[in-house]
């Protein structure tokens, strides 16, 4: 008979003892159980202690947190959270060395611990730490194990960053601006700083005034330290104000920070882990959203500055005619060559770009492609205006509807998504790197109009069918404006209608009674196959990131299921591992037989109190969670949709009912397809009516992998 939900059997730990092997009934107080573990062992004052894990990040186990224990968990008794935070308090302010540092570093990594950390801080603890930097009498381990108490206490949230005082600031800035720094400290002083300024708006003008992008710039040579120091520019872009964004940018342009980061950062000797990834994404996203003001502005017609630079265009066009002197002439000539230009308004062209979005930012682009890239503008212009067959390219149109196509598609204006790492290496390899896009695309939006013989009925076709090349290559991450090309190439019109074709074979091509009936006869054996995958794929496991609120001390845990699929095995790592985890590494378990449900999304405990911020969408849409008894649950938040669907679909599976993710569906279409065509092209050779009939054919089978990015 199993024993009741509510009893926990676990092992205590105390140093130089036997361990305690006892039964924890949940009902009673945690008090009581501590009493009677020191009862145990002949321990008095049991309100001095406290119960801890012995493994993983070893937390105090506290009347809130003790649901979480689990059958067979390894315990340890320790000194109560309050009393160690005395103790700790007392040795980091002692006058020897030795034992100073012993209680930095234990003070390190007991900070992680929110019940400890609010001990500690209630008996002004940070003010400690923070009187012991601001002395400068700290160096090498004590000061970076100071410095990483300091941070992982104020990460709680418990005191607000608006209580740092000026010296303390300028201390942590001295320790970034100069020359020789430990590594260790450097990395903490610039996670600090970070804080500083997403935390507290009036910090925020302190840093600033502190350290300048020049000397951010300088770190990012150093491989160890380039993630904290674009991370600080991140945040010094995000939170600048509007009328300072702009002359930052032009500073960064100065110091050249986009080619020092395609060098050392993209083309360096190391892979790109997942923060530097994320920070890549955050820098593309500040960087393009410089574009939103321009984005935003509608043309004002009555501005002669303004409209000269569609005279600048008509006169780099058709620089070759001469204005004639008759100003009906003029106005009649003008009307005739903007007609050629492909703006809808052939009188006032100023007028095509007073909607918002693209506004003037797609004049800009026009601009600079007729100045910058002349031959291919004035081959452009000229070759549509002289066509008499209704299959002219409007180019004004369309580089005004290809400007707000790349906004949408880039995001502009829109904040960063937390944990998204999407950036794209070819926007890092030129100083104006969204103008020379643009200027790919409108010759790829000209070629693809001349391939589809498209009209101007057909305008909003064409538009969809670019759309679809543009996304398709960005994908596959080009490195280079060069290379996105060539992926372009690729993509001419006719791959899209085959690609468009191959993808819905399974509809279209299979819809008579006797196709529809062997369909459904093989529909079966598809799922088990998809299903075996699945559980193959949790068997295998996966590496998932803890979410906290930063993102750059990135903690991992891992998750896979028992290869009988009875159990999950689970446990916290310290970094992201390279292969498969061995399950004795794996700490926690959870009996499938317990598993009672699998929610998602918003449904999930960990995401009911996350806003509905547009940084958190993201997040919204990976998060999942297994709910077990009794009332428990363990939260996931997948790196990707790839991931996502894969634990959904094997979970669902695992649980005995119906996978419905969209991968699923899409692996059902291209698996039941390529056996149809197996199965009718077995039927095509077959010789009637001398051949004997054919031996049943067994159920065709796959090894499928993805490569999804």
Same mark, same amino acid.
């Given at each position: 008979? &199993?024993?009741?939900?509510?009893?926990?059997?676990?092992?205590?730990?105390?140093?130089?003892?036997?361990?305690?092997?006892?039964?924890?009934?949940?009902?009673? &107080?945690?008090?009581?159980?501590?009493?009677?573990?020191?009862?145990?062992?002949?321990?008095?004052?049991?309100?001095?202690?406290?119960?801890?894990?012995?493994?993983?990040?070893?937390?105090?186990?506290?009347?809130?947190?003790?649901?979480?224990?689990?059958?067979? $968990?390894?315990?340890?008794?320790?000194?109560? %959270?309050?009393?160690?935070?005395?103790?700790?308090?007392? #040795?980091?302010?002692?006058?020897?060395?030795?034992?100073?540092?012993?209680?930095?570093?234990?003070?390190?990594?007991?900070? @992680?611990?929110?019940?400890?950390?609010?001990?500690?801080? /209630?008996?002004?603890?940070?003010? =400690?730490?923070?009187?012991?930097?601001?002395?400068? =009498?700290?160096?090498?381990? *004590?000061?970076?194990?100071?410095?990483?108490?300091?941070?992982?206490?104020?990460?709680?949230?418990?005191?607000?960053?608006?209580?740092?005082?000026?010296?303390?600031?300028?201390?942590?800035?001295?320790?970034?601006?100069?020359?020789?720094?430990?590594?260790?400290?450097?990395?903490?002083?610039? @996670?600090?700083?970070?804080?500083?300024?997403? /935390?507290?708006?009036?910090?925020?003008?302190? +840093?600033?005034?502190?350290?300048?992008?020049?000397?951010?710039?300088?770190?990012?040579?150093?491989?160890?330290?380039?993630?904290?120091?674009?991370?600080?520019?991140?945040?010094?872009?995000?939170?600048?104000?509007?009328?300072?964004?702009?002359?930052?940018?032009?500073?960064?342009?100065?110091?050249?920070?986009?080619?020092?980061?395609?060098?050392? +950062?993209?083309?360096?000797?190391?892979?790109?882990?997942?923060?530097?990834?994320?920070?890549?994404?955050?820098?593309?996203?500040?960087?393009?959203?410089?574009?939103?003001?321009?984005?935003?502005?509608?043309?004002?017609?009555?501005?002669?500055?303004?409209?000269?630079?569609?005279?600048?265009?008509?006169?780099? @066009?058709?620089?070759?005619?001469?204005?004639?002197?008759?100003?009906?002439?003029?106005?009649?000539?003008?009307?005739?060559?903007?007609?050629?230009?492909?703006?809808?308004?052939?009188?006032? &062209?100023?007028?095509?770009?007073?909607?918002?979005?693209?506004?003037?930012?797609?004049?800009?682009?026009?601009?600079?492609?007729?100045?910058?890239?002349?031959?291919?503008?004035?081959?452009?212009?000229?070759?549509?205006?002289?066509?008499?067959?209704?299959?002219?390219?409007?180019?004004?149109?369309?580089?005004?509807?290809?400007? #707000?196509?790349?906004?949408?598609?880039?995001?502009?204006?829109?904040?960063?998504?937390?944990?998204?790492?999407?950036?794209? &290496?070819?926007?890092?390899?030129?100083?104006?790197?969204?103008?020379?896009?643009?200027?790919?695309?409108?010759?790829?939006?000209?070629?693809?109009?001349?391939?589809?013989?498209?009209?101007?009925?057909?305008?909003?076709?064409?538009?969809?069918? +670019?759309?679809?090349?543009?996304?398709?290559?960005?994908?596959?991450?080009?490195?280079?404006?060069?290379?996105?090309?060539?992926?372009?190439?690729?993509?001419?019109?006719?791959?899209?209608?085959?690609?468009?074709?191959?993808? #819905?074979?399974?509809?279209?091509?299979?819809?008579?009674?006797?196709?529809?009936?062997? !369909?459904?006869?093989?529909?079966?054996?598809?799922?088990?196959?998809?299903?075996?995958?699945?559980?193959? #794929?949790?068997?295998?496991?996966?590496?998932? !990131?803890?979410?906290? /609120? !930063?993102?750059?001390?990135?903690?991992?845990?891992?998750?896979?299921?028992?290869?009988?699929?009875?159990?999950?095995?689970?446990?916290?790592?310290?970094?992201?591992?390279?292969?498969?985890?061995?399950?004795?590494?794996?700490?926690?378990?959870?009996?499938?037989?317990?598993?009672?449900?699998?929610?998602?999304?918003?449904?999930?405990?960990?995401?009911?109190?996350?806003?509905?911020?547009?940084?958190?969408?993201?997040?919204?849409?990976?998060?999942?969670?297994?709910?077990?008894? %009794?009332?428990?649950?363990?939260?996931? +938040?997948?790196?990707?949709?790839?991931?996502?669907?894969?634990?959904?679909?094997?979970?669902?599976?695992?649980?005995? !009912?119906? *996978?419905?993710?969209?991968?699923?569906?899409?692996?059902?279409? $291209?698996?039941?397809?390529?056996?149809?065509?197996?199965?009718?092209?077995?039927?095509? /050779?077959?010789?009637? %009516?001398?051949?004997?009939?054919?031996?049943?054919?067994?159920?065709?089978?796959?090894?499928?992998?993805?490569?999804?990015?």
């Amino acid at each position: 008979m &199993p024993p009741p939900s509510d009893i926990v059997k676990v092992a205590i730990e105390w140093p130089g003892a036997n361990a305690q092997l006892i039964e924890i009934d949940q009902k009673k &107080p945690l008090s009581s159980i501590i009493r009677e573990v020191c009862d145990g062992w002949s321990l008095s004052g049991s309100e001095q202690f406290a119960l801890r894990y012995a493994d993983g990040p070893q937390l105090y186990i506290t009347e809130q947190s003790r649901s979480e224990i689990k059958n067979g $968990t390894i315990l340890r008794l320790a000194i109560s %959270p309050a009393r160690a935070a005395r103790q700790l308090l007392d #040795r980091i302010q002692s006058h020897g060395i030795d034992a100073r540092l012993e209680a930095l570093k234990e003070l390190a990594k007991l900070s @992680a611990d929110p019940t400890f950390a609010t001990e500690f801080i /209630n008996m002004e603890g940070i003010g =400690t730490l923070a009187r012991l930097v601001e002395s400068g =009498t700290h160096f090498g381990e *004590m000061l970076a194990f100071t410095l990483t108490a300091f941070l992982e206490l104020m990460d709680h949230g418990i005191v607000s960053w608006d209580l740092i005082s000026l010296s303390f600031i300028k201390q942590i800035a001295g320790y970034v601006n100069q020359p020789m720094v430990d590594v260790s400290i450097l990395q903490r002083s610039l @996670a600090i700083l970070e804080s500083m300024v997403l /935390n507290s708006h009036s910090l925020y003008h302190r +840093v600033a005034q502190e350290i300048t992008i020049g000397q951010l710039i300088g770190h990012l040579s150093n491989q160890e330290i380039q993630t904290y120091a674009i991370a600080l520019i991140n945040a010094l872009f995000l939170k600048a104000p509007e009328d300072r964004r702009q002359e930052m940018a032009s500073t960064l342009a100065q110091k050249h920070l986009r080619s020092i980061i395609l060098n050392h +950062v993209i083309r360096g000797n190391r892979p790109i882990k997942a923060e530097m990834a994320h920070q890549l994404y955050v820098l593309q996203v500040l960087t393009f959203n410089l574009l939103e003001e321009r984005m935003m502005t509608k043309m004002d017609p009555s501005d002669q500055a303004q409209r000269d630079i569609i005279f600048e265009l008509r006169r780099i @066009a058709f620089d070759g005619e001469n204005d004639p002197s008759g100003t009906e002439k003029r106005k009649a000539m003008y009307t005739k060559d903007y007609k050629m230009l492909g703006f809808t308004n052939h009188v006032n &062209p100023a007028m095509d770009f007073t909607q918002t979005p693209p506004g003037m930012l797609a004049l800009d682009n026009m601009l600079y492609l007729a100045k910058l890239h002349q031959d291919t503008y004035i081959r452009i212009v000229l070759e549509n205006s002289s066509r008499e067959d209704k299959h002219e390219c409007p180019f004004g149109r369309c580089a005004i509807e290809l400007t #707000r196509m790349l906004c949408e598609i880039l995001q502009v204006g829109e904040l960063p998504n937390e944990g998204c790492n999407d950036y794209h &290496p070819m926007f890092f390899t030129h100083d104006r790197a969204w103008e020379e896009f643009f200027c790919v695309c409108i010759q790829l939006l000209n070629k693809t109009w001349k391939e589809m013989r498209a009209t101007a009925e057909d305008f909003n076709k064409v538009m969809q069918v +670019v759309r679809e090349q543009i996304t398709r290559a960005l994908a596959m991450k080009p490195s280079s404006l060069d290379q996105l090309k060539g992926k372009l190439r690729g993509l001419s019109y006719s791959e899209i209608l085959r690609l468009r074709q191959s993808e #819905r074979m399974s509809q279209d091509d299979f819809q008579s009674p006797p196709i529809i009936e062997l !369909r459904e006869r093989i529909q079966p054996e598809i799922l088990e196959l998809i299903k075996q995958q699945r559980l193959n #794929r949790l068997c295998e496991g996966s590496c998932f !990131r803890k979410l906290g /609120n !930063r993102r750059r001390q990135e903690k991992f845990w891992f998750c896979r299921l028992s290869l009988n699929h009875k159990v999950l095995h689970y446990g916290d790592l310290d970094e992201s591992p390279q292969g498969e985890v061995p399950f004795e590494l794996l700490t926690d378990k959870i009996p499938v037989s317990d598993i009672k449900s699998v929610v998602t999304g918003k449904d999930c405990p960990h995401m009911k109190e996350k806003s509905a911020l547009k940084q958190n969408k993201e997040v919204l849409e990976l998060a999942f969670s297994i709910l077990y008894d %009794p009332d428990e649950n363990l939260n996931f +938040v997948a790196p990707n949709k790839y991931e996502y669907c894969i634990w959904t679909d094997g979970l669902c599976a695992l649980l005995g !009912r119906e *996978m419905g993710s969209d991968l699923t569906r899409s692996d059902l279409d $291209t698996l039941i397809s390529m056996e149809m065509k197996l199965r009718l092209l077995d039927l095509e /050779n077959i010789t009637i %009516p001398e051949a004997p009939p054919p031996v049943p054919k067994e159920p065709s089978t796959y090894n499928f992998t993805y490569n999804y990015g």
